[in-house]
């Protein structure tokens, strides 16, 4: 043991980066020989200084405060400056870890020179400068070159410019231009379409509603009982307010009166329903109570309403009642003999029920419209837009004289870009609805040019301004570096693709003296540094190897020798044992072995890290079944009743033994979780996310709190007491090291007393 503490002592004194152990007061405890080294500083002065006095302009917080900021097993790397004892200062990079031991927490801060990267990065910086001068770039021939590339390539933009935009005349392509006036088209013709498809099928089903309600046996007999008492009534010489004071309380009246009532509040189309007597065009039923027993006012309408046999619709009108426009649908109510002795009369208003039905929906943008308008080509809806003398026209009060109306309102179908009533240029789609076949409405669906070519005036800008830019980036580079820096820059790629390859001995030509050539000579000499790093670290795996090896030979001989000298204890001294005696070897024996299952548990973990990973196509629900078969070999049907659901797991490219190794861990942990339940059901399945492939196991065990979830992939840490469940808490750690070397992420959920589920991702990049 003294002598694997000796080797790891060793490592870390020789380590090639400074080493400081901080308190969080920032005292230092501990550093080696490369931080005495780097410093100038001997141990003993270093032992009584504090990081303050070394570190100058790192952006910490006071080593108090960062130790409640850190988390385990999460560093933070940040950049500073160290200051020699001879007062020099020179860049680190510092990357600090937070270690928790039963005292109290520690700061792990790992410091790294960063002289020569800084120094490349100035180098480089000083070239970028040296690369924005024109007097470098350009001499007097190359000033001429630039001269004629310039004009060379303005004539060029400005002649692709216009074709991109206006097309070529001769040929099929057409230009954004027209391409975004076809697309407007189409879409503006969609939007009719679509609209007149809306309009014809509102229409069609008020015309179902009428016709229902007007042919309904019901109605048909109570309307003609009504309109008999009517005619009695004024027969026996009542005044006109004593026969509809009468009428009012007949049944016959108060059911015609709810169930029209109810079909206005209903539906929510009509602004009232009425029933005109045929014979004396005197309005008998009425939701609007003011009516009732006035001549309706458009005797025209009631005259064609009883030479139809189906339902009559009117064009919009303005009702006389309301100085508003409307549409009526009138239907004939026959008795039972087929005689007409009443007109069920439906009154919508077009500005509450059509206007919004076409002014709502995609494909107008902020500045379209749609009109609607009659045979005279007057507007049946209010106009979204003033005129040109600022006026807007109520409904039916103007005729547009449009192009776009006038051809819609003569039964054409069409797309057209023209001027509308407001004289300003739009692009419109027109088409006609036949509302019945006698007569019909036109429509039109219109938006602004400018709010349609708006974007592609935007966009002509920016090509503009990205091939001005790239003229002046063509001349200024193309010929200095297809000349200076081609073929320097080449031979340095081809190099670095050899490195990349494997070829660590290759070296870059060193053909020019400026940057390019300082770029070649730094390059080989970062060569040469990541081979001797890689020595370095060759050797300290090989040192780790020894160090693992001999942590647990060291550790081992001890412990089965304390195992096996408390075994013969109990075996041959039981009798003079009393029972604490018995119960106390017991205790050592088992907590030696669990020592034992630690070490080999953590040799697992350290050794993971540096594991060569062979990748292969694995047949996931596979690999999962043969888990779940290799565990449930060592639990008998009478021990436990698991239920295993294992759902469809995609394929995976992977790992085959590291994934074997999270599905062993997971698998195990639920049918150990889930020990005090009668039945446990664990659950094997998967899913995709935006970017990821991921797998779960669900079980229904013990479960867990959530504010501990981030707790559960540390290493030793457990959520339940060792004499609840038994283990050495490195399994979850396992698992989240073998999916993080697969670029994949870990993480859980659950609920106490009601299970977990850990999930865990492979990204599609890897997957096959």
């Not at 959530?706 to 992939?713: C, I, Q």
Request: a negative charge; hydrophobic letters at 40%; one cysteine or more.
């Amino acid at each position: 043991m003294q002598e694997s503490e000796v080797q790891f002592r060793n490592l870390v004194e020789h380590a090639g980066d400074a080493l400081f152990l901080i308190t969080p007061e920032g005292k230092i405890i501990d550093v080696n020989q490369q931080a005495c080294k780097s410093l100038g500083y001997s141990r003993k002065e270093l032992l009584a200084m504090s990081v303050w006095d070394v570190s100058v302009g790192v952006p910490l917080e006071r080593p108090e405060k960062l130790t409640t900021q850190l988390i385990p097993d999460q560093p933070i790397t940040l950049e500073g400056t160290h200051r020699r004892k001879d007062g020099t200062t020179f860049p680190v990079e510092v990357r600090i870890s937070l270690l928790k031991t039963d005292k109290q927490p520690f700061m792990l801060a790992l410091a790294r020179d960063i002289t020569e990267r800084k120094q490349a990065q100035k180098s480089a910086h000083k070239w970028k400068r040296l690369s924005d001068s024109p007097r470098k770039l350009f001499g007097s021939i190359r000033t001429k070159l630039a001269v004629y590339f310039s004009i060379m390539g303005t004539m060029i933009l400005i002649a692709a410019g216009l074709t991109d935009i206006m097309g070529l005349p001769f040929a099929a392509y057409s230009g954004r231009l027209g391409q975004q006036k076809a697309e407007a088209f189409r879409s503006l013709e969609l939007v009719a379409n679509v609209k007149k498809d809306w309009l014809l099928r509102w229409i069609e089903d008020l015309r179902d509603d009428i016709r229902v309600t007007a042919n309904n046996s019901l109605t048909v007999a109570t309307v003609d009982r009504l309109c008999v008492t009517i005619h009695v009534l004024f027969a026996e010489g009542y005044t006109d307010n004593e026969l509809w004071d009468r009428v009012r309380k007949e049944q016959d009246y108060q059911a015609l009166l709810a169930h029209l009532a109810c079909m206005q509040q209903k539906y929510e189309l009509y602004n009232k329903l009425a029933i005109v007597d045929a014979e004396t065009r005197t309005v008998v039923v009425s939701t609007d109570s003011t009516e009732l027993g006035s001549n309706f006012p458009h005797e025209n309408f009631l005259a064609e309403t009883l030479g139809s046999s189906d339902v009559f619709i009117s064009d919009i009108m303005t009702a006389s009642e309301h100085q508003q426009p409307a549409l009526y649908f009138s239907h004939i109510i026959n008795d039972r003999a087929g005689e007409g002795v009443a007109i069920l009369v439906m009154d919508v208003n077009p500005n509450d029920i059509i206007g919004p039905m076409l002014y709502t929906g995609a494909g107008l943008g902020e500045r379209g419209e749609v009109l609607l308008v009659n045979k005279d080509v007057r507007s049946l809806l209010s106009l979204k837009h003033p005129l040109a003398d600022g006026t807007i026209p109520e409904a039916l009060g103007y005729q547009i004289r449009a192009k776009p109306a006038i051809l819609a309102a003569s039964g054409h179908k069409g797309t057209i870009e023209a001027e509308d009533y407001r004289g300003e240029p739009v692009l419109a789609a027109y088409c006609y609805i036949p509302v019945t076949p006698e007569w019909g409405w036109g429509m039109v669906v219109k938006r602004d040019r400018e709010e349609l070519l708006a974007p592609l005036r935007q966009s002509v800008t920016y090509s503009l301004t990205i091939g001005f830019m790239g003229i002046v980036a063509l001349v200024g580079l193309t010929f200095w570096l297809a000349r200076r820096l081609t073929h320097p820059i080449l031979t340095l790629n081809q190099t670095a693709v050899k490195v990349a390859q494997g070829d660590l001995d290759a070296r870059a030509p060193v053909l020019t003296t400026d940057e390019v050539g300082h770029l070649a000579t730094t390059f080989n000499h970062m060569l040469q540094r990541i081979e001797e790093r890689t020595e370095e670290l060759a050797a300290i795996n090989q040192e780790l190897e020894a160090f693992s090896y001999s942590v647990s030979h060291d550790l081992r001989t001890p412990l089965l020798t304390i195992d096996g000298f408390a075994c013969i204890l109990l075996e041959d001294y039981t009798d003079r044992l009393d029972s604490e005696g018995k119960r106390v070897l017991q205790t050592i024996c088992n907590e030696t072995q669990n020592m034992g299952q630690l070490i080999d548990d953590l040799l697992v973990f350290s050794r993971l890290g540096r594991q060569e990973m062979q990748f292969t196509h694995i047949d996931m629900e596979k690999l999962a079944r043969s888990v779940v078969d290799e565990l449930m070999r060592h639990i008998s049907d009478d021990e436990r009743q698991i239920q295993f659901n294992i759902g469809t797991l995609p394929p995976a490219y992977s790992d085959e033994s590291m994934i074997r190794q999270v599905f062993m861990n997971l698998i195990s942990n639920a049918i150990k979780f889930t020990a005090h339940k009668e039945t446990a059901v664990i659950e094997i399945g998967s899913g995709k996310s935006q970017d990821d492939t991921f797998y779960y196991v669900k079980d229904n065990g013990v479960g867990f709190d959530m504010k501990h979830a981030d707790k559960m992939f540390g290493v030793f840490q457990r959520l339940h007491s060792a004499d609840e469940f038994e283990g050495t808490g490195v399994g979850l750690a396992l698992v989240q090291r073998i999916i993080h070397r697969h670029g994949g992420r870990v993480w859980a959920e659950g609920k106490v007393n009601e299970g977990a589920t850990i999930y865990f991702t492979l990204p599609r990049s890897i997957l096959p």
